[in-house]
């Protein structure tokens, strides 16, 4: 399991959301880059210096600091499109290999090189500007039909990463609810949700979903 590419956005302008710019164009990038807890949603702040996001309010903070996807997934999605998908084409920040990322658990953490540690939050949701970038039409419902989101991480211990570094599981928490889970329940499955509530790693929105899913 490790990073194949580490990637940065480079700011465009958003023709699709009715905002002035987005972060999506993400490329790979040369020789390492720091890793930060962003802080709170709002300030644009990304978990990887030199990224940015524009979206502040559905996007970014402490629960979305990073996005993963994995190499393998964008291969299918190649083959499903029938075009190339570069690294970072998703708007990922870290593109992994070997590791399924969808079955990552709400709050397993994750080493990458020698001093980052991060922890799965949530999985992405599709939105607007993702369907616009990849020029589909009805983008947004064949990527939640396929339910490979890849998921958002929290910045544990912050650090450098680089492409190439090794990426190690170091805490599975004691529950089954899974990206792919989780992303099903948010979307096209509302009966899920009542299993999100054992995963105490979600963000608290996702949290007060499940638990008004539970009471209803």
Not at 7 to 19: A, D, S
Request: glycine share 12%.
């Amino acid at each position: 399991m490790r990073v194949l590419s580490v990637n940065v956005g480079r700011p465009r302008t958003n023709p699709w959301k009715g905002l002035g710019m987005t972060g999506i164009d993400k490329r790979p990038v040369d020789g390492p880059v720091a890793v930060v807890e962003p802080g709170p949603k709002g300030t644009g702040v990304s978990g990887l210096v030199g990224d940015r996001v524009y979206d502040v309010k559905h996007h970014g903070g402490t629960d979305q600091a990073v996005y993963a996807y994995a190499r393998e997934d964008l291969d299918r999605w190649e083959a499903e499109l029938g075009r190339p998908l570069g690294n970072g084409a998703f708007g990922e920040n870290l593109t992994t290999a070997g590791l399924d990322v969808n079955a990552a658990l709400i709050g397993e953490r994750w080493r990458i090189g020698d001093q980052v540690i991060l922890e799965v939050s949530c999985p992405r949701l599709p939105c607007g500007t993702f369907q616009g970038w990849l020029e589909r039409e009805h983008w947004i419902k064949e990527f939640t039909a396929a339910a490979l989101p890849g998921p958002y991480l929290r910045v544990i211990e912050p650090g450098e990463i680089r492409a190439g570094d090794p990426i190690e599981v170091v805490y599975r928490p004691d529950h089954d609810v899974t990206v792919a889970v989780t992303f099903r329940a948010t979307t096209l499955e509302p009966g899920l949700l009542p299993l999100l509530s054992a995963a105490d790693a979600l963000p608290e929105e996702l949290k007060h979903q499940a638990r008004r899913r539970v009471n209803s």
